[in-house]
């Protein structure tokens, strides 16, 4: 609890009074008898998406009480508005943000740890998390963010497609492929006029990083190295990554030049296998696709899922009012024992291990292949350079991808680069 | 332009026209451009509370920044190359739409919507019109036997697809603009040229462009302004790709401040070399365009 | 060249643009088409420009959309006041510092004129931030003020620089006489200078509220509160998180968020072309 609260001792009682109940029990329970406080809440969730969390979050006003006002604001813009609206004071109650930026927000001052005492305190525990979700909220060993959800990777299989190519057994189903040799092979039999057999990427496949990272991860290498100092791209792991990155449109030709659309492509027929984030496949059915949805298959030595789960934060304020302080925590506690009502409308699979046996959701294919998944999830590393790292491998990766640069020299370049980095 | 004798009796009524604009101009541009030129010799950094004075230290990276350089000349590129269509063909469509057409409301309208979409609008618009794999200008013209390309995604040619799509977003309000100054012309002035039996190449030649020529200027200034500072479209269209091949000074700019580092008094170093650069441009320009007109 | 031969040429020329015309349409065509389609139809080979079915379902999502914050219809408002708001200062403002450097001699004339038009070369992203911090101080924050007097600073160069190359080309002839019978600056200024200007002032008018309408980068930091989001930033929200976009309601955002900007063209249109002549004036 922060030492720094006005002195108004009814406030304080109260609170006090809200963490014991809350430690003796594990539901959410009122944070004072006086009017409710209204909290500010940013988080990037535009889209389909956010219908969704407004839904939750008034379902979460009428039962306890507390007003939420949401910003919601695209990742990249919402990012670079926090890191100006917080020194300034402006910032929100409660931020929504992905893992790989609390290791740089953190490191800018820009979030407050979270006390154990007090998250604990709250309910929230590590065994009650899948690991890599647990850990992700951490920076140099201390807690600034706790997990909601994980979106992450997944192959979708247009049946139409594979169909069309002579991809389908006699039921009809498609045949999914699940190691390298597999994807090619049947890519190659796909690719044929306007359509392309293989995909990794929403849009502009050429310079896809999370594709990138999630098959640098499969052959066991990482941007950087184990101690986060120097980066690991020039290794042979990574340059044997570049250098498939580099061939499946120049070599093997099975997939679209590095600007193409991949999701319309895939809903317009013209794209067989695509790997791609989990965030797609609700659009995927309201554009009445006809899909199967399928774990990433193993491209290299280890069948490794890229993941990016989102992150409740708390912002830093200059004086920090408890009341607000304490309505935020009720609401990640709140959305923590919702989490299934999350993944079964927005379709993200949620960090918490519990729903994960919840038959509503094991029933339904595409989550159920999700959660399969879990124990090959992988997250960024902790470093505050990582965002400006992936930053500048984009155009590199891209000039690979056109064939306009040999991998081996391109991974030496980036890596130079990402070692001038400044702290 | 004959000299103006300064009225004696409102010695300060300049300054009383200029007061409100001035005062506008001085407290929301001048100072927050003056302190950005302050913060290009500090390390600043949003999200850092201190900053501390490090000379001119910013600049000097730029000349190792080889991104940098590479925006730099990438801007000029773009500068150079779109000057000719950006200026010329709403002026072809100007004078054309001056003359005797009829339905002028109908087409100055359909030349200048584009110019009331928003930049991510024709962006995401272009990138569907030239997408490589269901994009209709791919479709049509592979049914027209014509080899496909990734315009956007081939360094020879992006630039140039940038170019088309800003000339179709932006040729409806240099039109307006022309359309403005052409107005002004005397319609008595063509007749008599017409009468002396001059033709429309040749009226145009000595007629319009010689009073259209402040205009001109104005619209020409403006462009090699606004190209230098071109980011919008490019960010959409290209994100700067493929690889650096159509990184714009702004861009790298605006990621240094906004996005990868948030170090802003380096991003404040580029904005004012960037300036003194358009500075050279433009009085160059000045001095050539000065000719027979008014200063 | 004979009557009839002028109006062939002139039907010729009419047929040649209004074909030019409907081809430059076409990629806005697109976006109307793809408002009015329905989201499984959207994305398909070979491309289909008719759009049937149609639907109305993606504009009714973005005007009543179930999601509050969204809040377009408010955000439409809150673009209509700042715009027109920022239309006015800055061509108050631009025409009235642009008279006395077009027209006046005085000390430091080159000197203003070249600060202001100077001032067009630097980015706006590098303002961005110091301009945050002193609105902030002001206590403008989420208010129409802290966005009507940037977005109007942000255009007053641009003003400025438009109507002195226009005031530079109107006859001085008009105001000797004028200063002959006993005006006043002031009242050259208004009663003669300015309506000889509608065509240019009608232009800037445009470029003001077009430029303040479609700002994003500046309420997007300069305003806390969702209620007082002008309508780029709450469209924006029409976007997928993940360039998962949702063509039907982004679409239908563009062409409605389009039409406020047409109108004031239409208006401001008939000044530029039907403005008055000069030499009707002369007479």
Same mark, same amino acid.
């Given at each position: 609890?922060?030492?720094?609260?006005?002195?108004?001792?009814?406030?304080?009682?109260?609170?006090?009074?809200?963490?014991?109940?809350?430690?003796?029990?594990?539901?959410?329970?009122?944070?004072?008898?006086?009017?409710?406080?209204?909290?500010?809440?940013?988080?990037?969730?535009?889209?389909?998406?956010?219908?969704?969390?407004? +839904?939750?979050?008034?379902?979460?006003?009428? +039962?306890?009480?507390?007003?939420?006002?949401?910003?919601?604001?695209?990742?990249?813009?919402?990012?670079?508005?926090?890191?100006?609206?917080?020194?300034?004071?402006? $910032?929100?109650?409660?931020?929504?943000?992905?893992?790989?930026?609390?290791?740089?927000?953190?490191?800018?001052?820009?979030?407050?740890?979270?006390?154990?005492?007090?998250?604990?305190? /709250?309910?929230?525990?590590? +065994?009650?998390?899948?690991?890599?979700?647990?850990?992700?909220?951490?920076?140099?060993?201390?807690?600034?963010?706790?997990?909601?959800?994980?979106?992450?990777?997944?192959?979708?299989?247009?049946? /139409?497609?594979?169909?069309?190519?002579?991809?389908?057994?006699?039921?009809?189903?498609?045949?999914?492929?699940?190691?390298?040799?597999?994807?090619?092979?049947?890519?190659?039999?796909?690719?044929?006029?306007?359509?392309?057999?293989?995909?990794?990427?929403?849009?502009?496949?050429?310079?896809?990083?999370?594709?990138?990272?999630?098959?640098?991860?499969?052959?066991?290498?990482?941007?950087?190295?184990?101690?986060?100092?120097?980066?690991?791209?020039?290794?042979?792991?990574?340059?044997?990554?570049?250098?498939?990155?580099?061939?499946?449109?120049?070599?093997?030709?099975?997939?679209?030049?590095?600007?193409?659309?991949?999701?319309?492509?895939?809903?317009?027929?013209?794209?067989?296998?695509?790997?791609?984030?989990?965030?797609?496949?609700?659009?995927?059915?309201?554009?009445?696709? +006809?899909?199967?949805?399928?774990?990433?298959?193993?491209?290299?030595?280890?069948?490794?899922?890229?993941?990016?789960?989102?992150?409740?934060?708390?912002? /830093? /304020?200059?004086?920090?009012?408890?009341?607000?302080?304490?309505?935020?925590?009720?609401?990640?506690?709140?959305?923590?024992?919702?989490?299934?009502?999350?993944?079964?409308?927005?379709?993200?699979?949620?960090?918490?291990?519990?729903?994960?046996?919840?038959?509503?959701?094991?029933?339904?294919?595409?989550?159920?292949?999700?959660? $399969?998944?879990?124990?090959?999830?992988?997250?960024?590393?902790?470093?505050?350079?990582?965002?400006?790292?992936?930053?500048?491998?984009?155009?590199?990766?891209?000039?690979?991808?056109?064939?306009?640069?040999?991998?081996?020299?391109?991974?030496?370049?980036?890596?130079?680069?990402?070692?001038?980095?400044?702290? | 332009?004959?000299?103006?004798?300064?009225?004696?009796?409102? *010695?300060?009524?300049?300054?009383?026209?200029?007061?409100?604009?001035?005062?506008?101009?001085?407290?929301?541009?001048?100072?927050?451009?003056?302190?950005?030129?302050?913060?290009?010799?500090?390390?600043?950094?949003?999200?850092?509370?201190?900053?501390?004075?490090?000379? *001119?230290?910013?600049?000097?990276?730029?000349?190792?920044?080889?991104?940098?350089?590479?925006?730099?000349?990438?801007?000029?590129?773009?500068?150079?190359?779109?000057?000719?269509?950006?200026?010329?063909?709403?002026?072809?469509?100007?004078?054309?739409?001056?003359?005797?057409?009829?339905?002028?409301?109908?087409?100055?309208?359909?030349?200048?919507?584009?110019?009331?979409?928003?930049?991510?609008?024709?962006?995401?618009?272009?990138?569907?019109?030239?997408?490589?794999?269901?994009?209709?200008?791919?479709?049509?013209?592979? *049914?027209?036997?014509?080899?496909?390309?990734?315009?956007?995604?081939?360094?020879?040619?992006?630039?140039?697809?940038?170019?088309?799509?800003?000339?179709?977003?932006?040729?409806?309000?240099?039109?307006?603009?022309?359309?403005?100054?052409?107005?002004?012309?005397?319609?008595?002035?063509?007749?008599?040229?017409?009468?002396?039996?001059?033709?429309?190449?040749?009226?145009?030649?000595?007629?319009?462009?010689?009073?259209?020529?402040?205009?001109?200027?104005?619209?020409?200034?403006?462009?090699?302004?606004?190209?230098?500072?071109?980011?919008?479209?490019?960010?959409?269209?290209?994100?700067?790709?493929?690889?650096?091949?159509?990184?714009?000074?702004?861009?790298?700019?605006?990621?240094?401040?906004?996005?990868?580092?948030?170090?802003?008094?380096?991003?404040? *170093?580029?904005?004012?070399?960037?300036?003194?650069?358009?500075?050279?441009?433009?009085?160059?320009?000045?001095?050539?365009?000065?000719?027979?007109?008014?200063? | 060249? &004979?009557?009839?031969?002028?109006?062939?040429?002139?039907?010729?020329?009419?047929?040649?643009?209004?074909?030019?015309?409907?081809?430059?349409?076409?990629?806005?065509?697109?976006?109307?088409?793809? &408002?009015?389609?329905?989201?499984?139809?959207?994305?398909?080979?070979?491309?289909?420009?008719?759009?049937?079915?149609?639907?109305?379902?993606?504009?009714?999502?973005?005007?009543?959309?179930?999601?509050?914050?969204?809040?377009?219809?408010?955000?439409?408002?809150?673009?209509?006041?700042?715009?027109?708001?920022?239309?006015?200062?800055?061509?108050?403002?631009?025409?009235?510092?642009?008279?006395?450097?077009?027209?006046?001699?005085?000390?430091?004339?080159?000197?203003?004129?070249?600060?202001?038009?100077?001032?067009?070369?630097?980015?706006?992203?590098?303002?961005?931030?110091?301009?945050?911090?002193?609105? @902030?101080?002001?206590?403008?924050?989420?208010?129409?003020?802290?966005?009507?007097?940037?977005?109007?600073?942000?255009?007053?160069?641009?003003?400025?620089?438009?109507?002195?190359?226009?005031?530079?080309?109107?006859?001085?002839?008009?105001?000797?006489?004028?200063?002959?019978?006993?005006?006043?600056?002031? @009242?050259? #200024?208004?009663?003669?200078?300015?309506?000889? &200007? @509608?065509?240019?002032?009608?232009?800037?008018?445009? #470029?003001?509220?077009?430029?303040?309408?479609?700002?994003?980068?500046?309420?997007?930091?300069?305003?806390?509160?969702?209620?007082? #989001?002008?309508?780029?930033?709450?469209?924006?929200?029409?976007?997928?998180?993940?360039?998962?976009?949702?063509?039907?309601?982004?679409?239908?955002?563009?062409?409605?968020?389009?039409?406020?900007?047409?109108?004031?063209?239409?208006?401001?249109?008939?000044?530029?072309?039907?403005?008055?002549?000069? &030499?009707?004036?002369?007479?």
């Amino acid at each position: 609890m922060s030492k720094r609260t006005p002195s108004l001792s009814r406030r304080r009682f109260l609170g006090g009074a809200a963490l014991g109940a809350t430690a003796l029990s594990f539901r959410p329970r009122r944070a004072s008898a006086q009017a409710k406080p209204t909290i500010t809440y940013w988080n990037g969730l535009t889209g389909a998406d956010g219908k969704i969390m407004d +839904e939750l979050i008034d379902q979460f006003t009428r +039962e306890t009480g507390i007003r939420m006002e949401q910003q919601r604001i695209v990742w990249a813009d919402l990012y670079a508005k926090l890191q100006v609206a917080v020194p300034a004071d402006e $910032g929100p109650d409660l931020a929504l943000i992905h893992t790989v930026e609390v290791p740089h927000f953190a490191s800018d001052g820009i979030l407050e740890p979270m006390v154990d005492s007090v998250t604990s305190a /709250k309910g929230f525990k590590a +065994e009650d998390y899948l690991p890599s979700t647990w850990q992700g909220g951490m920076y140099q060993g201390k807690r600034y963010a706790v997990a909601l959800d994980v979106p992450q990777h997944l192959l979708y299989v247009n049946v /139409k497609v594979l169909k069309e190519a002579g991809l389908a057994g006699p039921d009809g189903k498609p045949k999914i492929p699940t190691t390298r040799d597999e994807v090619l092979a049947r890519a190659k039999q796909i690719t044929k006029g306007d359509t392309f057999g293989f995909a990794i990427g929403t849009t502009n496949p050429g310079r896809y990083t999370w594709g990138f990272h999630n098959l640098l991860w499969q052959n066991g290498a990482n941007v950087y190295a184990a101690d986060l100092k120097k980066s690991g791209l020039s290794e042979p792991a990574a340059i044997e990554v570049a250098e498939f990155w580099g061939a499946i449109q120049n070599q093997h030709k099975i997939a679209p030049p590095a600007n193409a659309n991949c999701r319309d492509a895939f809903i317009a027929g013209k794209l067989g296998l695509w790997i791609a984030g989990s965030w797609n496949f609700t659009g995927l059915r309201d554009a009445k696709v +006809e899909f199967v949805a399928a774990p990433v298959p193993r491209m290299f030595k280890q069948a490794v899922v890229w993941t990016m789960p989102h992150q409740f934060t708390f912002p /830093k /304020k200059k004086a920090v009012d408890a009341a607000k302080r304490d309505a935020a925590w009720a609401h990640v506690r709140w959305m923590s024992d919702h989490v299934a009502e999350w993944t079964l409308k927005a379709g993200q699979v949620s960090a918490l291990r519990k729903p994960h046996s919840d038959s509503r959701i094991t029933g339904d294919p595409v989550l159920r292949t999700l959660l $399969g998944q879990a124990a090959s999830w992988q997250s960024g590393q902790a470093t505050p350079k990582w965002v400006a790292a992936e930053n500048i491998t984009r155009p590199i990766i891209e000039n690979v991808y056109i064939g306009q640069r040999p991998a081996a020299a391109a991974m030496g370049d980036l890596a130079k680069q990402i070692n001038a980095l400044p702290d | 332009m004959k000299p103006r004798r300064a009225l004696r009796r409102g *010695a300060f009524t300049p300054y009383l026209f200029l007061a409100p604009g001035l005062v506008l101009f001085a407290l929301f541009r001048v100072y927050p451009l003056l302190e950005g030129l302050w913060l290009s010799f500090t390390n600043a950094r949003l999200g850092r509370a201190q900053q501390t004075f490090v000379g *001119a230290a910013n600049y000097l990276r730029l000349l190792d920044d080889t991104r940098f350089h590479v925006s730099l000349v990438n801007t000029a590129y773009y500068t150079i190359a779109s000057t000719v269509p950006i200026l010329a063909v709403p002026l072809v469509l100007a004078v054309a739409l001056n003359r005797g057409v009829a339905l002028k409301t109908f087409l100055r309208g359909a030349f200048f919507f584009p110019f009331t979409l928003s930049v991510v609008t024709v962006g995401l618009t272009w990138l569907w019109l030239l997408d490589p794999v269901i994009g209709p200008s791919t479709y049509y013209l592979r *049914a027209a036997g014509v080899p496909v390309r990734s315009w956007l995604a081939d360094p020879g040619t992006a630039m140039w697809a940038i170019i088309v799509t800003t000339v179709w977003w932006v040729t409806g309000y240099y039109l307006v603009i022309y359309l403005a100054g052409l107005q002004d012309i005397p319609r008595e002035l063509y007749e008599a040229a017409a009468i002396d039996g001059a033709g429309g190449w040749r009226s145009f030649w000595s007629i319009t462009m010689p009073l259209l020529r402040p205009v001109f200027l104005f619209v020409l200034v403006t462009h090699v302004i606004g190209s230098f500072q071109i980011f919008g479209q490019v960010f959409v269209l290209t994100n700067g790709g493929p690889g650096d091949a159509t990184r714009t000074v702004v861009q790298h700019l605006y990621e240094t401040a906004f996005q990868n580092f948030f170090h802003f008094g380096a991003a404040s *170093a580029m904005a004012w070399v960037l300036f003194v650069i358009i500075l050279v441009f433009s009085l160059l320009q000045f001095r050539l365009l000065r000719g027979h007109t008014q200063y | 060249m &004979s009557r009839t031969g002028r109006s062939w040429r002139a039907a010729s020329l009419t047929a040649l643009m209004v074909a030019l015309a409907i081809v430059w349409l076409l990629p806005a065509v697109w976006v109307l088409v793809t &408002s009015l389609k329905l989201t499984e139809n959207i994305v398909r080979v070979p491309p289909e420009w008719i759009p049937w079915p149609a639907t109305i379902e993606h504009y009714g999502e973005v005007l009543f959309s179930s999601s509050r914050t969204a809040r377009i219809g408010r955000a439409f408002f809150n673009s209509i006041v700042v715009s027109l708001g920022s239309v006015a200062l800055v061509v108050l403002t631009s025409a009235m510092a642009a008279y006395p450097l077009a027209r006046m001699r005085f000390r430091g004339r080159n000197l203003v004129f070249g600060l202001i038009v100077g001032s067009l070369m630097i980015p706006n992203a590098v303002i961005l931030v110091p301009q945050y911090v002193l609105v @902030q101080r002001l206590g403008w924050l989420s208010t129409y003020q802290g966005l009507i007097v940037p977005e109007a600073a942000m255009t007053f160069a641009f003003g400025v620089f438009l109507l002195r190359q226009f005031f530079l080309t109107i006859p001085s002839e008009l105001e000797d006489a004028a200063r002959i019978d006993g005006a006043d600056p002031w @009242q050259i #200024f208004t009663r003669i200078v300015l309506p000889l &200007s @509608q065509p240019v002032l009608g232009a800037l008018a445009i #470029f003001a509220f077009r430029s303040a309408w479609n700002d994003f980068l500046w309420p997007l930091i300069a305003v806390n509160k969702p209620d007082m #989001f002008p309508l780029p930033v709450a469209l924006a929200l029409l976007r997928g998180a993940y360039a998962a976009e949702s063509y039907g309601p982004i679409m239908a955002g563009a062409v409605l968020s389009a039409l406020p900007l047409l109108i004031v063209f239409l208006v401001a249109n008939r000044r530029i072309v039907e403005g008055v002549r000069v &030499s009707a004036l002369k007479g």
